[in-house]
């Protein structure tokens, strides 16, 4: 049992940049591997980025180079820096954790990027 709590999303402006965070509870040392997705209406949820239990990390080719996943183990919490940020990015982003057995979510965060 893994419980997540996203925060951090708003409303921003082209070319800017917004940070997110994803608070873990629960059976932490179940947890194989953290990342954030994102979806829009009518589609799929797609990866943004992940990163393991060991630290290594994996981003979509659309935010490569523009986001940056991290974890920090104390306070049991993952992060994704996001800059540049373009109007495409506007999605809700979800925080996701991975165990042995099966996949947890949260609930979602909104993030627009308008001018």
């Known amino acids: 049992q893994v419980q997540l709590v996203e925060s951090g999303g708003g409303l921003v402006q082209p070319g800017g940049s917004l940070k997110l965070s994803c608070a873990a509870s629960g059976s932490i040392d179940s947890i194989i591997a953290m990342g954030w997705y994102r979806q829009g209406p009518g589609k799929q949820r797609e990866l943004v980025a992940r990163?393991?239990?060991?630290?290594?990390?994996t981003y979509a080719d659309s935010v490569k180079g523009r986001f940056t996943i991290s974890r920090d183990n104390a306070k049991n919490t993952v992060y994704l820096q996001m800059n540049s940020l373009k109007i495409e990015d506007t999605r809700a982003y979800y925080c996701?954790?991975?165990?042995?057995?099966?996949?947890?979510w949260g609930k979602g965060t909104l993030v627009t990027v308008s001018s």
């Open positions: 996701n954790a991975v165990d042995k057995d099966m996949y947890y």
């Open positions: 990163i393991t239990s060991g630290g290594s990390t």
